[in-house]
Each structure stands twice: as structure tokens, then as C-alpha cells.
């Protein structure tokens, strides 16, 4: 990677070479593009600026181009895609980038196209890793680790680029080998097929003619739906934000322990109103909604970003399936990072219930107090 003292010489080559290394650096995490002279990357250090990468619009529009042609948009020319939006995985054929693209297209940004690239890592970052990041304590680690081979359908929550996935991937370690994990996402980012034996991978897929009409489409709410007839131990949903999370509940209600989704939410209590709200898109009516959300999940893992470039488990809460008061889940927090001392503490133990749970699944939550 080039020395970022230096500004980058101006040419269309030039500049499609400059951001082809920072796809490639292994240290770089996310790349976004507001125009050709606004591009700005994220490293362990933080957020840096570029200046003077593409000589002008028709540059980066070119390059553009050529970036579509590695993922599986099926574009190759931002200005005649005839959507508002493109967005695509990378293929594993065409690049060692792996990743995720989203460009927003002159037809609603009203001048150059934006584009919005998230990397993951080549490497698999464990539960170990995130530990020693100081992102938990270790009886957090430790629990986490049980609470998936204990089966909790686990709803993880966050804000955009806290972790969410990485920490979806890293559980991945603990799930049985013999268990069939379907996963399903809009963009391909899991790849926790990588690891395990038995995964189906779905993900959404949206046709259009030449005039940009929508001509097919199989939605989030169609592959959750067709999972639960693919004879799964587990289904995992990349993110959860529309009316596939009913779908998604009644998997967690049907014999489907081990289901895990994230979510976007500032903690516990909002995530587990925001799985209602989605629930409630589905056309089911405010109270059967909160007590299927409420039987549904058993955990929510919070992750937070709490200070620059540290990402920490803010919250692990028990979800019991009881609603007080015609509206509110009793909620029973487990552990809890406190900001102010920067440390984690645990605050109680899971209910009766809860462990009976993992008891069912060979995991003896008494038995693992020693290592907590």
C-alpha cells in the first residue's frame, strides 16, 4: 500500500491501481467513494481521506466497471443499470477480495454514483481473537461458546459496522459438525460454509428487464420460508430487517434451537420491540407478535463500538418468554460492560429455565462454572 503522505498521482490506470491495493490490503475493512475526489477508507487506525485518485468522474467511472465485473451484480456499466441501486457479493473466481459492494447510481444521487465496499478477512477471526481484543471477558467467551452448543436462538445486536457478523461467523466454531445449517442472506458475507460440513447458503436474488422493471424476486421472507422445508437443525438469518422475521420466529418455535440473526438496535430492550415491529409486518397484530418474539429467542448479545477503533459485548441479556404489563418481556442481564470503569462484570445467573434448556442440548451450565 502506498505511503498515504503522498497524494495519488491523477490518471484513470493510475487510479484504478491505487484502489485495487486498497481492496487487496488485508488491513483495510471498508472503502466508500462519494465522488471520484471524496474517498475515504477504514484501517485498525481509523477513517483516512484520499485526494486526487481519479483524474476525474470518467476515471472512477471506469473503474466502477471494472469493480462490478468481479461480484455477482450482473452489471458491468453503472450508468445503464436502469436500478436506483447495485449491490453484490464478490466472486471467489474473479478476485481474493471477499465482500460485499453497494453503489447508489446517478438516478438518486443526482450526479456521480456512490459506492460503499465492506471487506471481511481472509483469516477467521474466533471467539479467541475477540477476546484477546478485549471485546469480552472470559467467562463471556466461555459462555457464548456454550450458549451455541446449548442451542439459545440468539438474536445479536448493534449498530452498522460494530461487529455483528464477524461475531456471527466466530460462534460458528461451536456448532455440531453433524447439525445443517442453512443460512440466509441478501449479500453473501457469512461463509461459514468455510468451517462446517452441512451448510446451504441462500441469498436473495432480485431480475429486472432492460428497462429496470423487477420482472422476478426471491426474498428474504421466501428462503427463511423454504429453509424450514430443507430439514435444518439451524437457520441463520445475516441480517433481519423487513417481515422475514416471522418466518425466522416460527423457525425458532418449531424444533429449529440454534437459530441465530442480527439485528440493528441499540440494546436489548430496543432489539427484542424492533423483531416485534418486523414480526408485525407480516400482518400479525401486536400482541401474538411480542409473545411469538418473546417464546422465539433466548439471548441478545449486544455489540457496541465504545471508544475509537474498539468494538466490546456490551450486554449478553436473557430473554424469558413472559410479558408483563401486555407489552414488556422480562429481560434478565447477564453480563454488562461498564463504560465507565471499562470493564465487564456479570450481574446474575440464567433463569431455571434457561439452563433446563441447555441441559436438553448435553451442556451442564453448573459444570462449566469452573472455567466462568
Not at 451455541?148 to 455440531?176: E, H, M, P
Not at 445475516?238 to 424444533?255: D, F, H, M, P, Q
Not at 441447555?358 to 472455567?371: K, S
Request: charge should be negative; include cysteine.
Amino acid at each position: 500500500m502506498p505511503d498515504l503522505g503522498d497524494l495519488f498521482a491523477a490518471g484513470g490506470d493510475r487510479g484504478a491501481q491505487h484502489m485495487q491495493q486498497l481492496l487487496e490490503d488485508p488491513r483495510v475493512g471498508q472503502i466508500t467513494c462519494n465522488a471520484h475526489d471524496r474517498i475515504t477508507f477504514v484501517d485498525p487506525s481509523g477513517p483516512k481521506r484520499l485526494e486526487r485518485v481519479f483524474a476525474g468522474p470518467e476515471q472512477y467511472i471506469a473503474w466502477l466497471n471494472q469493480l462490478m465485473a468481479l461480484t455477482d451484480v450482473g452489471f458491468t456499466d453503472v450508468l445503464r443499470t436502469n436500478c436506483s441501486v447495485v449491490e453484490g457479493s464478490f466472486l471467489g473466481s474473479r478476485t481474493p477480495v471477499t465482500g460485499s459492494i453497494h453503489i447508489c447510481t446517478p438516478e438518486i444521487t443526482r450526479g456521480e454514483p456512490t459506492l460503499t465496499v465492506r471487506k471481511q478477512p481472509h483469516s477467521i477471526i474466533t471467539l479467541d481473537h475477540m477476546y484477546e481484543q478485549g471485546m469480552m471477558s472470559a467467562d463471556m467467551r466461555v459462555f457464548l461458546e456454550q450458549a451455541v452448543r446449548g442451542r439459545s436462538n440468539i438474536l445479536i445486536s448493534g449498530g452498522s459496522g460494530a461487529g455483528k457478523t464477524t461475531l456471527t461467523r466466530a460462534l460458528s466454531q461451536f456448532v455440531d459438525p453433524a447439525h445443517r445449517l442453512v443460512t440466509v442472506e441478501e449479500i453473501d458475507e457469512l461463509h461459514v460454509g468455510d468451517r462446517l460440513p452441512d451448510v446451504v447458503a441462500l441469498t436473495t436474488v432480485r431480475r429486472r428487464d432492460s428497462d429496470g422493471r423487477l420482472i422476478r424476486e426471491t426474498s428474504l421472507d421466501d428462503l427463511v420460508r423454504e429453509s424450514l422445508r430443507m430439514r435444518a437443525d439451524r437457520v441463520w438469518v445475516g441480517e433481519t430487517r423487513g417481515k422475514e422475521a416471522y418466518a425466522l420466529v416460527k423457525a425458532c418455535n418449531s424444533g429449529h434451537d440454534g437459530s441465530i440473526t442480527t439485528i440493528h438496535a441499540d440494546d436489548g430492550r430496543q432489539a427484542f420491540r424492533q423483531v416485534v415491529t418486523y414480526v408485525m409486518e407480516s400482518g400479525l397484530s401486536e400482541q401474538p407478535a411480542r409473545e411469538q418474539v418473546a417464546w422465539a429467542f433466548d439471548l441478545v448479545v449486544q455489540i457496541n463500538r465504545v471508544e475509537m477503533g474498539r468494538r466490546a459485548i456490551t450486554e449478553i441479556t436473557e430473554l424469558e418468554g413472559v410479558i408483563e404489563g401486555g407489552s414488556n418481556q422480562r429481560q434478565n442481564r447477564l453480563y454488562v460492560y461498564d463504560q465507565a470503569h471499562r470493564q465487564f462484570r456479570q450481574e446474575t445467573r440464567p433463569t431455571q429455565k434457561f439452563i433446563y434448556k441447555w441441559q436438553r442440548y448435553g451442556v451442564n451450565y453448573d459444570g462449566i462454572q469452573g472455567r466462568l
